[in-house]
């Protein structure tokens, strides 16, 4: 399975910008790049994704490294609402199997 | 956006019995569904891909016997936990993605606190 690698925890503090940063060295040319995040006792909850080229939605920026070996998640300004668990995920076969997360801590 | 739901939320039983937890997607249909469990403070582990029709596929270590899978509609997953014990007591998360989309966004449901007594 293609695994990922994320910080434990982060800190940040509210109104301003967060890098969560993700490794995934033995991504495969065709596996998408999953970030979900979760919230205590809730089912994870979408934020973004995206295969080759930065993404950008609503909630967040994605931003893939050029050899796709490691991603970055971009919240432009936290808010105490921001603070979950981030995961980032190797989506293939149709499948995402999750790693252990970065928990994101906000500051107000 | 999509809707996922489960039903029940949360569920106590005694050790022996069995608990079937269902998932619905509520505007959408989904030939795959996902089925999770995450132990306290430990991530989501896969447990089973849930095919509309067909048999679902296990993932490695996970007894088919002990979580039975039913997929009968393009809307509804079923997961049943046979003779239930302590061990088994964990949130189970279920997940689906629009029919026809093979990537993209997954959509979850709120869960499931099973709590076996």
């Known amino acids: 399975d293609a695994k990922t690698t994320q910080p434990n925890s982060m800190e940040s503090n509210e109104e301003e910008p967060v890098h969560l940063p993700c490794n995934h060295s033995t991504i495969s040319g065709t596996d998408y790049i999953h970030w979900y995040r979760q919230l205590p006792s809730q089912g994870p909850e979408y934020v973004i994704h995206g295969l080759t080229s930065n993404v950008n939605n609503r909630m967040a920026s994605l931003a893939i490294a050029e050899d796709r070996k490691s991603s970055t998640l971009i919240l432009h300004r936290a808010t105490l609402r921001d603070a979950a668990v981030y995961y980032c995920?190797?989506?293939?076969?149709?499948?995402?199997?999750f790693g252990a997360g970065t928990i994101l801590r906000v500051k107000s | 956006g999509a809707v996922v739901s489960q039903h029940p939320s949360w569920v106590i039983c005694k050790s022996g019995t069995s608990v079937k937890i269902e998932c619905r997607s509520l505007d959408f249909q989904a030939t795959t569904m996902f089925w999770y469990r995450q132990f306290p403070k430990q991530s989501l582990m896969l447990m089973a891909t849930s095919n509309e029709g067909s048999k679902a596929t296990y993932e490695q270590g996970v007894e088919k016997d002990k979580f039975l899978i039913n997929h009968a509609s393009l809307t509804l997953s079923t997961l049943t936990v046979t003779s239930a014990h302590p061990e088994d007591s964990s949130f189970y998360i279920c997940?689906?993605?629009?029919?026809?989309?093979?990537?993209?966004?997954?959509?979850f449901g709120e869960g499931s606190r099973l709590t076996v007594l």
């Open positions: 997940s689906a993605r629009n029919r026809g989309q093979n990537t993209g966004e997954l959509f």
């Open positions: 995920i190797l989506e293939y076969g149709n499948k995402l199997v």
